[in-house]
């Protein structure tokens, strides 16, 4: 008798439909791009992100336990613009049918040379079209969880649109002479472009080719010839480059950028907010002193 009851029950739950309220797996292929994916989704999502903390997207190198996770999940959110040239390949090899979703769709790419420039994120206006494309296919993902989707992204925009306004009264604060950094690869065109600070960098807008002897002779000839101020470290760069140049030029080291990557919840950065509050508080400390 009671072993006929334990198998109705197993039979019940086995044949229960999946819960309307379990989160929907998403992965998401670095940690800015997670950050926003956990803004939108709230508690409606459960999000695991590719290349974690402090590491670099550019030349990332799947391991064995990516591909479970993509094989497992609903959605899979990619910055595109060639950013993650690592993922079509594990997609196809984890199989899985999970959606992949274009994070930068819609954005209008900056060039360098033949390469469209991924970093779309660093511009604030940008962010906030990844924000509308995730909101759009985690609505269409999960239908009866859009309204909690839509407020978390009306109240998330909200503050981008702060940290937008925050952004540009800090470099209104900068003397104009003044706006030109040297980063270590071009992850700030977008940022350059939004809100008029030039950024030149020896690597280009991928970390994967070292930058040659000739382009840190002609960044050196540009710091002297430009008067400009300072070099920056980034999070997910090796420092060594940027200190040869700045022992060189003279240019000190202005601080660390975060640029392609938040930084671990102990560090500076752990969101993309901090994110871009850190780093204009290391342009204004460094370029206004
Ligand atoms: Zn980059």
């Known amino acids: ?17 999946a819960r309307a309220d379990e989160p929907l797996k998403i992965v998401a292929s670095f940690s800015i791009l997670g950050d926003f994916v956990r803004n939108v ?4 999502v459960s999000v695991t992100t590719l290349v974690g903390p402090d590491s670099d997207a ?3 190198s799947p391991a064995p336990a990516d591909a479970k996770k993509i094989a497992d999940a609903k959605l899979i959110f990619i910055n595109g613009l060639g950013f993650e040239g690592w993922l079509p390949r594990l997609v196809k090899s984890a199989g ?5 979703v274009t994070a930068t769709s819609g954005i209008a790419p900056l060039k360098l040379g033949s390469d469209a420039d991924p970093h779309a994120w660093q511009s604030v206006a940008n962010a906030k079209i990844y924000v509308a494309n995730i909101r759009d296919a985690l609505e269409a993902a999960d239908p009866a969880g859009a309204a909690t989707v839509s407020a978390n992204a009306n109240a998330y925009l909200a503050k981008l649109d702060a940290l937008d306004r925050e952004v540009r009264e800090a470099i209104a604060r900068i003397p104009e002479a003044r706006r030109k950094v040297i ?10 472009a939004a809100y008029g600070i030039a950024f030149i960098a020896p690597q280009g807008v991928s970390t994967e080719s070292e930058p040659s002897a000739r382009d840190i002779a002609a960044i050196i000839t540009q710091i002297k010839t430009g008067k400009i101020p300072a070099v920056f470290l980034e999070n997910i760069s090796d420092p060594r480059l940027m200190r040869r140049i700045s022992a060189e030029t003279g240019a000190r080291i202005g601080g660390t950028l975060v640029s392609d990557s938040l930084t671990s919840e102990n560090g500076e950065a752990p969101t993309y907010i901090d994110m871009v509050r850190h780093n204009i508080k290391a342009l204004t400390s460094a370029l206004t002193n």
């Open 58 to 60: 550019h030349v990332y």
């Open 41 to 44: 989704g709230g508690t409606s």
């Open 183 to 192: 980063s270590t690869h071009d992850a700030f065109g977008y940022f350059a």
């Open 96 to 100: 899985g049918k999970a959606t992949v």
């Open 1 to 17: 008798m009671l072993r006929h009851l334990l198998i109705c029950l197993a039979l019940a739950i086995s044949t229960l439909p």
